[in-house]
């Protein structure tokens, strides 16, 4: 099936905007692609998901440059003897120390999710049920601005509170679901700053997004790549992680005025609609 531009900067603009913002891309991806009728599985397009979603991965890698700068010296400082017996000598572990052994235990439920992803991935075609898990995002994030503000950060996060987050994430891979939303209510339910709490989700995006792009990058391979397509994909990896970079400080600047409950309302709207045209069809 042949993509024109025009659908290329559309779909780069939704995975862009919709990955960060917590109004869950899946979700809008494939409400966008069933009413289209572009099955990406079958048109042969898998390979572009793949892209658009790397594409906002280096949108999060460079606009918390200075936290993933940070994890990467610690995680080389542990093969310098001299430097790791420093840091064993002193009392508590440095904070990219701990936001790492965090980042590394909200990951693992993602584990659990691998035997019935291919269930989770027929989801994505039921345009009716992402509609309602939307109706549900929104509570969710309505709920989201009513929750005291905490105070934990990278030095008083617990290994509890990871995990519990971690368990939300693994369960926001249901399509309509959003990831970044769930996360962070997550986190501000477990007593996070609520900029902390938006930080440690898009940092804990970065291995669930490079994962899942390992796993569908053999599918898409195996599918097969048009490389006539290739300036197309490229334009929509461009727009995708410029919007992309724009959706996080947008979030960034709501998250710290605690006005999630603007998105409430879109996903309520969005899902209502998206359920009565999916019956009129």
Not at 99 to 114: D, E, G, K, N, Y
Not at 122 to 144: A, K, V, W
Request: charged share 15%; proline share 4%; hydrophobic share 50%.
């Amino acid at each position: 099936m042949l993509l024109p531009i025009w659908v290329a900067i559309i779909l780069g603009l939704i995975q862009g905007i919709a990955e960060f913002l917590p109004i869950s891309s899946s979700g809008h991806l494939s409400i966008v692609q069933n009413l289209a009728k572009m099955q990406t599985a079958e048109d042969g397009h898998l390979f572009f998901d793949v892209l658009l979603h790397l594409a906002t991965l280096v949108s999060v890698c460079i606009f918390y440059r200075k936290d993933v700068t940070e994890m990467i010296r610690e995680v080389i400082s542990w093969f310098k003897p001299d430097t790791r017996k420093k840091t064993e000598n002193t009392k508590g572990a440095p904070p990219a120390r701990r936001l790492i052994l965090m980042l590394v235990i909200a990951t693992l439920p993602l584990f659990a999710i691998l035997p019935v992803n291919k269930y989770i991935e027929q989801l994505y075609y039921n345009t009716i049920f992402i509609g309602i898990i939307l109706l549900l995002t929104g509570c969710m994030l309505y709920i989201s601005d009513r929750i005291e503000k905490g105070r934990k950060n990278e030095k008083s996060m617990r290994l509890g509170d990871a995990v519990a987050i971690g368990v939300c994430q693994a369960i926001a891979t249901i399509p309509g679901l959003s990831r970044s939303g769930t996360t962070i209510t997550a986190g501000m339910a477990m007593g996070l700053d609520r900029e902390f709490a938006v930080k440690f989700s898009f940092l804990l995006s970065i291995p669930a997004i490079l994962g899942a792009n390992i796993l569908a990058l053999v599918d898409a391979i195996k599918e097969g790549i048009d490389t006539s397509l290739l300036p197309m994909y490229f334009v929509g990896m461009v727009v995708a992680g410029v919007s992309g970079y724009f959706a996080l400080f947008l979030l960034r600047k709501i998250s710290q005025k605690g006005k999630f409950g603007y998105f409430a309302y879109y996903c309520w709207a969005v899902g209502v609609v998206t359920i009565v045209i999916s019956l009129i069809l």
